[in-house]
């Protein structure tokens, strides 16, 4: 699996697998791994870190990079510590590869981060990051952003927040890109199908290869064998610098995931853009 190095020099797998929704997880796990996905991405919100530790046993651990993430629902009554080590016991490991404050609306989200910063020193969590932030959140955690490793946002060829990625960028957050199908919007999009068909690949693997020749780590779900190992050959697609250009161009900010937890600005919600 391809990686990429981490500002504190973690090497992180580029393509992983998402978890989100998915309810009997062991099984497309069990897939994932046998094809060669190393890298996993759950959250406390997917309920899912129990039946995660025990899909992963039949592989190293050392193999594996879990991205996890913690939000409000860990922090009653408890610690950001104390909420940690309650995810290590779920996930039965000693450690958490990468972990993300779920969104910016989670309470005092930068003295989350330093109790963060405290648990990186002591080896269970080697990475952390946020995600869903914005460049007005990260501009509140200050000096501490040096600690964040990874944004992890919804990123597609419809949307693409120029602005915010450079940001990450400036300051060595690596963006790490979910929903990169974005719930379908731009699978009947006339320029991405011309250029899927001259790669004979399909729209999906083009946003794949899009996303991680921009050095952006993507999280893909599927339940199907097939779309599993279709996804992986996304890696192996070199898109020319003319349509990387071509399809960064077809941002319409669009975007599919956003709730009472977020706290974005100015992009359009596709609810907006249907009605
Ligand atoms: N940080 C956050 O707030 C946040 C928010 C959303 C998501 N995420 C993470 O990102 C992961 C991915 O996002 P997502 O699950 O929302 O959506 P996604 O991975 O963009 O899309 C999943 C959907 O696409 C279909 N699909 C998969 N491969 C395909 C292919 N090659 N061709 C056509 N369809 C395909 C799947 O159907 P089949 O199962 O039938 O293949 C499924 O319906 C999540 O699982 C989660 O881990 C994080």
């Known amino acids: 699996m391809k990686t990429l190095t981490l500002k504190n020099g973690v090497k992180m797998p580029m393509f992983g697998l998402g978890t989100d929704g998915v309810t009997h997880i062991s099984k497309p796990i069990a897939e994932a791994i046998h094809l060669g996905y190393r890298l996993i991405d759950t959250a406390s919100a997917y309920g899912n870190h129990q039946e995660l530790g025990k899909a992963i046993k039949e592989i190293n651990r050392a193999e594996l990079f879990i991205c996890t993430k913690i939000n409000n629902g860990d922090l009653i009554n408890a610690t950001p510590a104390q909420a940690v080590n309650k995810i290590l016991a779920e996930l039965d490991t000693p450690y958490i ?8 609306s989670v309470h005092a ?25 914005m460049i007005k959140h990260l501009e509140r955690l200050n000096s501490m952003i040096e600690h964040i490793d990874v944004n992890q946002m919804e990123c597609h060829p419809y949307l693409f927040q120029t602005e915010l990625i450079r940001y990450c960028q400036n300051n060595n957050i690596t963006v790490m890109a979910y929903r990169p199908f974005g719930e379908g919007i731009f699978a009947q999009d006339k320029v991405l199908q011309q250029i899927a068909a001259s790669y004979k690949t399909t729209l999906q693997q083009i946003s794949l290869s899009w996303l991680m020749q921009m050095e952006m780590p993507v999280v893909a779900r599927s339940n199907s064998a097939v779309r599993l190992a279709e996804n992986l050959q996304a890696l192996a697609l070199s898109l020319s610098t003319a349509d990387m250009e071509k399809i960064k161009r077809l941002n319409k900010n669009m975007r599919t995931c956003t709730g009472s937890w977020a706290d974005f600005e100015e992009e359009k919600f596709v609810e907006e853009l249907i009605l």
Request: glycine share 6%.
């Open 97 to 104: 590869d990468l972990l993300l404050i779920h969104s910016p």
């Open 109 to 133: 989200f930068p003295a989350v981060i330093n109790a963060l910063i405290t648990l990186k020193q002591q080896g269970k969590v080697k990475s952390i990051g946020v995600s869903n932030f």
